[in-house]
Structure formats: structure tokens, C-alpha cells
């Protein structure tokens, strides 16, 4: 069993910059941060491999947001840069033990998630 602790969630002004964690109890072999709004589907934001850093972006936050990893690998961040009003939404960080891939089907462990409120 994987534990997954999202923090880091705040309300801030557009344009801000605001970075989110997510420590777990043990590296996995992916990690992943998804968002959603109430109402909407969850949508993939980022991932990262736990062995080279690998990562890959979903084209809506390409160049604002950085996914990286502490070098135990337990813990991943999420910096988010020139933050709009629609990113406002629930983040969840997300762990796979065999995949490292967009789908959030994939994922066996999640968080519980952090709220990221961006004004205008």
C-alpha cells in the first residue's frame, strides 16, 4: 500500500506562482499529478519517472508548469508558473507501479488532494 500526501494548495492571484507536493510513503515506478473541477472529468497534468526523470506535460500547462522529484524520489512537486483562473481546481497526485502514461485508469494509488484557487 501506497500513501500519497498532497500540500501545498492556496489561493493566489492570476499570474502568481504557487508550487504543490505530494510525499509518499514509498517510491513507485511513475508519478503523476491530475486535476479536476466539479462537474468535469480529471485531467492529466504531468508525470514523472522515478528512475531517469523522464517527464511529459499535457499541452495546457506545457511551459507554465514543472513536475520534479526530491532524490529519494518520495517526494514530487509541482511548480506552477503564470497561473490563470482556469486553473482553479482540486490537484491530485497520483502513483503507478507498472505504467507511466496520460490515463489516469492507470494509476493505483491517489491522494486526497489540495485546492488551488486562482483569483482574477
Known amino acids: 500500500q501506497v500513501r500519497l500526501k498532497e500540500s501545498g494548495g492556496a489561493s493566489v492571484q492570476a499570474g502568481e506562482s504557487l508550487r504543490i507536493s505530494c510525499a509518499a510513503s514509498v517510491a513507485t515506478y511513475c508519478r503523476a499529478w491530475f486535476r479536476q473541477v466539479p462537474g468535469k472529468e480529471r485531467e492529466f497534468l504531468a508525470r514523472i519517472y522515478r528512475n531517469g526523470g523522464t517527464v511529459r506535460y499535457a499541452d495546457s500547462v506545457q511551459g507554465r508548469f514543472t513536475i520534479s522529484q526530491d532524490d529519494a524520489k518520495t517526494t514530487v512537486f509541482l511548480a506552477m508558473n503564470s497561473l490563470k483562473p482556469e486553473d482553479t481546481a482540486v490537484y491530485y497526485c497520483?502513483?503507478?507501479?507498472?505504467?507511466?502514461?496520460?490515463?489516469?485508469?492507470?494509476?493505483?494509488?491517489w491522494g486526497q488532494g489540495t485546492q488551488v484557487t486562482v483569483s482574477s
Open positions: 497520483a502513483a503507478s507501479v507498472n505504467w507511466c502514461v496520460s490515463d489516469e485508469s492507470r494509476y493505483d494509488y
